[in-house]
């Protein structure tokens, strides 16, 4: 099943329709030759749909920390399993909301990347964990303080347009930010539960890290005073 929820992007205002694209594959899991074929190809169809009128989310939106994954062969939103998309709709004054909107969307979505980056790469996945942990803390705040928003511009639609034929698009686009928003919310308590774990060993690697630094560091200060101490002699 396909869920359209809506936000915003582009040069100076944007839309977003995020289409959690990997369900599509998801419910192809356990099918097998020529149902796995068929399920596929309605998948990648649905996908290639998405894409005709969408471009991928950048990492780095979501935090400078994922900038790294920018490139499109490196952009998890890029991929077909994890892709999140943005358009432009043209209601400046959505502007902030809608971002802010997106950005609560991606964690999320960031969050499902890394469980499976998990299962075959964990020193990657316990990078970026540690990266997106913050960020996923703080969502049910950022859910509710930018939900409140959205039902302000909601409150007053006309300040939205520059003309009456735009205003039912325009209220299209409010509430649709408000469904993105209730829908992601239900899904940070599952988001928190995966990744936590993933980044506390990114955080034991850290210290590890560290305690490893510092030894070294103490072992070649206590073999350089040796070395004096062998030179006085």
């Given at each position: 099943m396909r869920i359209l929820l809506t936000a915003l992007a582009a040069t100076t205002v944007s839309f977003t329709f995020i289409t959690p694209a990997h369900a599509g594959f998801a419910a192809c899991a356990g099918k097998e030759d020529s149902k796995l074929e068929k399920c596929e190809a309605k998948a990648l169809k649905s996908l290639a749909k998405l894409r005709s009128s969408t471009?991928?989310?950048?990492?780095?939106?979501?935090?400078?920390?994922?900038?790294?994954?920018?490139?499109?062969?490196?952009n998890p939103f890029n991929t077909d399993y994890h892709y999140f998309g943005v358009k432009d709709t043209g209601f400046e004054k959505l502007n902030d909301v809608a971002d802010a909107a997106n950005k609560i969307s991606a964690a999320v979505r960031m969050a499902n990347y890394v469980?499976?980056?998990?299962?075959?790469?964990?020193?990657?996945a316990q990078?970026?964990?540690?990266?997106?942990?913050?960020?996923?803390?703080?969502?049910?705040?950022s859910v509710k303080d930018?939900?409140?928003?959205?039902?302000?511009?909601?409150?007053?639609?006309?300040?939205?347009?520059?003309?009456?034929m735009e205003l039912p698009k325009a209220v299209g686009a409010v509430?649709?930010?408000?469904?993105?928003?209730?829908?992601?919310?239900?899904?940070?308590?599952?988001?928190?539960?995966?990744?936590?774990?993933?980044?506390?060993?990114?955080?034991s690697a850290a210290v590890e890290q560290a305690v490893g630094d510092a030894t070294d560091a103490a072992d070649k200060a206590v073999g350089g005073a040796l070395d004096k101490v062998k030179l006085k002699k």
């Open positions: 471009t991928p989310y950048k990492p780095s939106d979501l935090d400078k920390g994922f900038a790294h994954l920018d490139g499109d062969d490196a469980g499976d980056l998990n299962k075959t790469d964990k020193a990657a990078k970026l964990g540690g990266t997106l942990l913050p960020i996923l803390k703080g969502l049910d705040a930018v939900t409140e928003k959205a039902k302000l511009l909601a409150a007053s639609p006309n300040d939205l347009v520059a003309s009456p509430g649709g930010i408000v469904a993105q928003l209730g829908g992601t919310a239900a899904k940070i308590p599952g988001a928190l539960t995966a990744v936590m774990p993933i980044a506390k060993g990114a955080a």
